[in-house]
């Protein structure tokens, strides 16, 4: 099993920042894609950012110029961090993995997709 532990969620002023980071651990060879997706009151979840095993990176329109995603590969962990904070940001942010592999008798073994239980993230005065 992959377990996915999201820290840095909380409360902000409009203007301010917030690093989110999200750690997996468990029984796994590999991680293909990590990514942010958040979800407000009475609407989808939806993209936030993405990145690849490699730092190729992708934002959703309304976050470019003001996050920024990262990932630090030997632990496991991708980051987020949050500028510019405005009161619409305000959601639960789900941290995933996708593309996870385990070595089975030394073969890479799909596992699938995760999720994390997901962190508050409140933007208000």
């Known amino acids: 099993q992959v377990q996915l532990v999201e820290s840095g969620g909380g409360l902000v002023q409009p203007g301010g920042s917030l690093r989110l980071s999200c750690a997996a651990s468990g029984r796994f060879f590999s991680i293909n894609g990590m990514g942010w997706y958040r979800q407000a009151p009475g609407k989808q979840r939806e993209l936030v950012a993405t990145i690849t095993r490699g730092g190729g990176t992708n934002y959703a329109d309304s976050v470019k110029g003001r996050f920024a995603i990262s990932r630090d590969n030997a632990k496991n962990t991708v980051y987020l961090q949050m500028n510019s904070l405005k009161p619409e940001d305000t959601a639960v942010y789900y941290c995933?993995?996708?593309?996870?592999?385990?070595?089975?008798?030394?073969?890479?073994?799909?596992?699938?997709?995760?999720w994390g239980q997901g962190t508050q993230v409140t933007v208000s005065s």
């Open positions: 995933n993995a996708e593309g996870v592999r385990a070595l089975r008798n030394g073969i890479p073994t799909p596992l699938g997709d995760y």
